[in-house]
């Protein structure tokens, strides 16, 4: 079993910027796709980015201001959040698939974390 436990969010203005951490415990996996993705009230939750061995990519709306990195030490992955707009407002979460791919979809994904708010001021 993984568990995914997220960290980082908190209110920050509009401009501004936060880290989120998602640390990972438990069974290891020697290929694994890393996904972030966040959920504001009422919507679907949608795709921010992945990173696997072959890559990174990201959603159009955050391309140029989010980056994500691991930390393979500390099992642990990152979303550098720059720039960041009050659309950004959202419970950001982690999750994990057990493969390597461009997965863009929740259904993809095995692992998740339990999630973290973020939101951005006006």
């Known amino acids: 079993q993984v568990q995914l436990v997220e960290s980082g969010g908190g209110l920050v203005p509009a401009g501004g910027s936060l880290r989120l951490s998602c640390a990972a415990f438990?069974?290891?996996?020697?290929?694994?796709?890393m996904g972030w993705f966040r959920q504001a009230p009422g919507k679907e939750r949608e795709f921010v980015g992945n990173t696997r061995w072959s890559g990174t990519d990201y959603a159009d709306s955050v391309k140029g201001r989010f980056t994500i990195s691991i930390d393979n030490a500390k099992n642990t992955v990152y979303l550098q959040m720059n720039s960041l707009k009050p659309e950004d407002t959202a419970v950001y979460y982690c999750?994990?698939?057990?493969?390597?791919?461009?997965?863009?979809?929740?259904?993809?994904?095995?692992?998740w974390g339990q999630g973290t708010q973020v939101t951005v001021s006006s």
């Open positions: 438990g069974r290891t996996f020697s290929t694994v796709t």
């Open positions: 999750a994990a698939r057990p493969s390597y791919g461009d997965f863009r979809v929740p259904s993809a994904y095995n692992y």
